[in-house]
């Protein structure tokens, strides 16, 4: 073996260990280790998936809720959590947020969505995808041909159909899918979401009586931080379609790989791959409701009553995220299901599953933060942002050169009062260096 390969071999090496040591550290994602289903390649299928991609550059959580998305696609409505007024079921709308060009975001959702296109099911039909660009006419079609059924036995040995219209849609951009100024169309996302088992009516020009039986829509996505500030008024966040929404952050990558293609053999990719749509088409079988064990309804009881008894953590303390918490306990559900659903055959949920969904959950909330920090900020705010991030990008800037990064965007008179109120923020802090006078990143309150 040259040097060179013994090199990449030891870069891989270590990016394997940087990844693996990411989740199990502290309440990320710490998945446990079970044994290997059978009919199954691997004991744990979003361990399998974000061991693929440790080569990718995006943030890991990327991966993660990819991969969430990913099992939600093939479980489709063919498994819920029946509470008798209602259902959960492991749909879920995912949408990244960071930079353009930064964290791969696009790209991260490809490696998922080849994955869902080369899956296929036992009733020998395949994953439906939803339009890229959201319109009532495309929507519908899309319904109509996802409709399809599905069998599963109770008990008792007695078979039940189950009927529904299944899509998934993988965004690349989210402006183009969603409009939150449609109302129509944000109320349907919202009755989707909810797991409502009703038809779906809807008039149109093209099909004035277009009738789908029980749609069920997943959604990934990506975006940048622009495009939330610009598109998402604070009352959507609260109490809307973003209360129903997992918001992943990221701004920067995890690690630099120009060229993975020479850090593995083609073929050990396909084969990985393989290996990941076979086990994804053993978990597409399965089909009826979910139980939880005993430990899970104690967990459970436990979890509700503190839920509604406590004061927030303070990620979430702000009134923006009341409709957030208040569809916590439908969040962790809907995840547990998919961590069940990833390591074992049976349709149990298990107090651990619950447990684990929380902690992710409780990891993603800081990513909550950070995504709508500036939604429904004042203009001064969103100034104080610009001289932050300029500040935090330099480490040491004069007011003077800040002034001249910052002068197409803001006046002087408002710079001045941005950076005043930055420097009272602690967001910055002067710092004087060879007698000049700059600022430096600070620490905030």
């Given at each position: 073996?040259?040097?060179?390969?013994?090199?990449?071999?030891?870069?891989?090496?270590?990016?394997?260990?940087?990844?693996?040591?990411?989740?199990?550290q502290?309440?990320?994602?710490?998945?446990?280790?079970?044994?290997?289903?059978?009919?199954?390649?691997?004991?744990?299928?979003?361990?399998?998936?974000?061991?693929?991609?440790?080569?990718?550059?995006?943030?890991?959580?990327?991966?993660?809720?990819t991969?969430?998305?990913?099992?939600?696609?093939?479980?489709k409505?063919?498994?819920?959590r029946?509470?008798?007024?209602?259902?959960?079921?492991?749909?879920?709308?995912?949408?990244?947020?960071?930079?353009?060009?930064?964290?791969?975001?696009?790209?991260t959702?490809?490696?998922?969505?080849?994955?869902?296109?080369?899956?296929?099911?036992?009733?020998?039909?395949?994953?439906?995808?939803g339009?890229?660009?959201?319109?009532?006419?495309g929507?519908?079609?899309?319904?109509?041909?996802?409709?399809?059924?599905?069998?599963?036995?109770?008990?008792?040995?007695?078979i039940?159909?189950?009927?529904?219209?299944?899509?998934?849609?993988?965004?690349?951009?989210?402006?183009?899918?969603?409009?939150?100024?449609?109302?129509?169309?944000?109320?349907?996302?919202?009755?989707?979401?909810?797991g409502?088992e009703?038809?779906?009516?809807?008039?149109?020009?093209?099909?004035?009586?277009?009738?789908?039986?029980?749609p069920?829509?997943?959604?990934?996505?990506?975006?940048?931080?622009?495009?939330?500030q610009?598109?998402?008024?604070?009352?959507?966040?609260?109490?809307?379609?973003?209360?129903?929404?997992?918001?992943v952050?990221?701004?920067?990558?995890?690690?630099?790989?120009?060229?993975?293609?020479?850090?593995?053999?083609?073929?050990?990719?396909?084969?990985?791959?393989?290996?990941?749509?076979?086990?994804?088409?053993?978990?597409?079988t399965?089909?009826?409701?979910?139980?939880?064990?005993?430990e899970?309804?104690?967990?459970?009881?436990?979890w509700y009553?503190?839920?509604?008894?406590?004061?927030?953590?303070?990620?979430?303390?702000?009134?923006?995220?009341?409709?957030?918490?208040?569809?916590?306990?439908?969040?962790?559900?809907?995840l547990?299901?998919?961590?069940a659903?990833?390591?074992r055959?049976?349709?149990?949920?298990?107090a651990?599953?619950?447990?684990?969904?929380?902690?992710?959950?409780?990891?993603?909330?800081?990513?909550?933060?950070?995504v709508?920090?500036?939604?429904?900020?004042r203009?001064?705010?969103?100034?104080?942002?610009?001289?932050?991030?300029?500040?935090?990008?330099?480490k040491?800037?004069?007011?003077?050169e800040?002034?001249?990064?910052?002068?197409?965007?803001?006046?002087?008179?408002?710079?001045?009062?941005?950076?005043?109120?930055a420097?009272?923020?602690?967001?910055?802090?002067?710092?004087?260096?060879e007698?000049?006078?700059?600022?430096?990143?600070?620490?905030?309150?």
């Open positions: 073996m040259t040097a060179q390969q013994q090199g990449e071999v030891i870069l891989r090496s270590s990016l394997e260990k940087r990844a693996n040591d990411y989740l199990n502290g309440p990320n994602f710490p998945l446990p280790e079970v044994k290997v289903p059978r009919h199954r390649h691997h004991p744990n299928w979003i361990q399998a998936y974000i061991n693929f991609t440790v080569l990718s550059e995006a943030p890991v959580e990327f991966h993660f809720w991969a969430v998305s990913t099992i939600a696609a093939v479980l409505r063919r498994v819920w029946d509470e008798l007024h209602f259902k959960w079921t492991p749909n879920f709308y995912i949408i990244f947020v960071g930079p353009a060009g930064v964290v791969t975001k696009s790209t959702l490809n490696i998922g969505y080849q994955i869902l296109r080369q899956t296929k099911l036992s009733d020998g039909g395949s994953i439906i995808f339009p890229d660009s959201m319109t009532w006419h929507l519908a079609k899309k319904f109509e041909a996802a409709t399809e059924f599905a069998e599963w036995s109770d008990a008792h040995g007695e039940h159909t189950v009927k529904m219209a299944p899509l998934t849609c993988s965004i690349s951009e989210l402006g183009t899918f969603l409009r939150p100024d449609d109302k129509q169309l944000v109320s349907f996302l919202t009755d989707v979401w909810d409502k009703r038809p779906f009516e809807h008039v149109t020009l093209t099909n004035p009586e277009l009738l789908v039986e029980n069920w829509l997943n959604v990934i996505g990506a975006t940048t931080p622009e495009w939330i610009t598109n998402f008024p604070p009352g959507l966040v609260q109490q809307g379609i973003g209360s129903r929404i997992i918001f952050y990221g701004d920067r990558k995890r690690h630099l790989v120009a060229y993975p293609s020479r850090l593995i053999l083609p073929k050990d990719y396909r084969e990985q791959e393989r290996k990941l749509v076979e086990d994804l088409e053993q978990i597409a399965l089909c009826g409701p979910y139980d939880l064990t005993d899970a309804f104690t967990w459970g009881d436990a009553a503190k839920h509604y008894s406590t004061v927030r953590s303070k990620e979430t303390a702000s009134p923006l995220y009341s409709g957030y918490m208040a569809r916590k306990q439908i969040h962790i559900h809907k547990a299901m998919v961590l659903a990833a390591q055959d049976e349709r149990i949920i298990t651990d599953d619950l447990q684990t969904a929380e902690k992710i959950l409780e990891t993603t909330e800081l990513s909550m933060k950070k709508f920090e500036s939604v429904g900020q203009e001064e705010a969103r100034f104080v942002g610009e001289i932050k991030t300029y500040v935090t990008t330099y040491w800037i004069t007011a003077d800040l002034y001249q990064l910052c002068f197409h965007m803001m006046s002087k008179q408002d710079f001045v009062i941005a950076l005043r109120e420097l009272d923020a602690r967001v910055i802090r002067p710092e004087l260096r007698n000049r006078k700059g600022y430096v990143p600070g620490v905030p309150n």
